[in-house]
């Protein structure tokens, strides 16, 4: 099983700059797409962006330009940088990760979510 732990979020005002973190741990896993999906009040969850094995990203296209994904695979974390924040882009922010889980003669594919971080952009 692999677990995430998040953290970053908080309270910016509109313009503003957050951080988001998230940390996978657990044994025998080996890590392919880490992402970051977002769920505002009354909305369904959507996706931010993405980034492979191959550090290729597919982003929001509104978020294009502002936010940046990145991941140090040494570490099996993954950023995401949120700059020029706006109040739609109030959420709670949940980290997303696949990759396979391996055991004596078994392997198989797995999807875990974080517990999620509460990112507020008002004035």
């Known amino acids: 099983q692999v677990q995430l732990v998040e953290s970053g979020g908080g309270l910016v005002q509109p313009g503003g700059s957050l951080r988001l973190s998230c940390a996978a741990s657990?044994?025998?896993?080996?890590?392919?797409?880490m992402g970051w999906y977002r769920q505002a009040p009354g909305k369904e969850r959507e996706l931010v962006a993405v980034i492979n094995t191959d550090s290729s990203t597919n982003y929001a296209d509104s978020v294009k330009g502002r936010f940046t994904i990145s991941r140090d695979s040494a570490k099996n974390t993954v950023y995401l940088q949120m700059n020029s924040l706006k109040p739609e882009d109030t959420a709670v922010y949940y980290c997303?990760?696949?990759?396979?889980?391996?055991?004596?003669?078994?392997?198989?594919?797995?999807?875990?979510w974080g517990q999620g971080t509460q990112v507020f952009v008002s004035s």
């Open positions: 657990g044994s025998s896993f080996s890590i392919s797409t």
């Open positions: 997303n990760v696949r990759g396979i889980v391996t055991g004596y003669m078994w392997r198989r594919d797995f999807e875990s």
